[in-house]
């Protein structure tokens, strides 16, 4: 055996281990819009919300218009599949309504975003969804498992 085998045999079970642990850690923190993360009550805040500051454009069924995008269905997962919560609630946050941005409480846009998953069947759980940005970036938008 040449050093370098050696090395090699003593390296990769480590390298291997390094790899297992990491894929570990990522399945027991992260979570998807699939786990029931949301509560009922919360989405139908966000409903009324949604319908005095959003629907004039994007459409009481978030199907959207020629303006706006639809926020529903395969219009709306082909943007956001694969990013997070966190993302989606920093960028309504940000943008929404055009004119007047941030201009919500910061639990009525999360109320808003938990309608929006509501609207395209992700499930609801017994807990609220809470706004520590940290968690919401943990929850994945991801397709119907
Ligand atoms: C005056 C019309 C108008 C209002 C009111 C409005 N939007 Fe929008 N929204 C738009 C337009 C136009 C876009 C696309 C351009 C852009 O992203 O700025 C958009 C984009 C978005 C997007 C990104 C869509 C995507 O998938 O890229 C989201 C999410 C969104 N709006 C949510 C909301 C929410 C939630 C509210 C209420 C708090 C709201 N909007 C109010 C017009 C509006």
Same mark, same amino acid.
């Given at each position: 055996m040449t050093t370098l085998t050696v090395r090699k045999t003593i390296l990769l079970p480590g390298f291997l281990c390094a790899l297992l642990a990491a894929g570990f850690t990522r399945a027991q923190t992260r979570a998807?819009?699939?786990d029931g993360v949301y509560s009922a009550e919360q989405a139908g805040r966000g409903a009324l919300v949604f319908g005095q500051v959003c629907a004039a454009c994007h459409g009481e069924d978030l199907r959207g218009d020629s303006n706006s995008p639809g926020l529903i269905g395969i219009s709306f997962m082909f943007l956001w599949?694969?990013?997070s919560l966190g993302e989606l609630f920093t960028?309504?946050?940000?943008?929404?309504p055009p004119m007047n941005p941030n201009s919500l409480p910061s639990e009525s846009y999360l &109320?808003? $975003?938990t309608y929006i998953m509501k609207v395209n069947d992700f499930p609801a759980g017994e &807990?609220? $969804?809470?706004s520590?940005?940290?968690q919401?970036?943990?929850i994945l938008i991801t397709p119907k498992p």
């Open positions: 998807s819009v699939w599949e694969g990013r960028s309504i946050k940000s943008e929404m &109320d808003i $975003l &807990d609220r $969804l809470r520590e940005f940290e919401l970036d943990q």
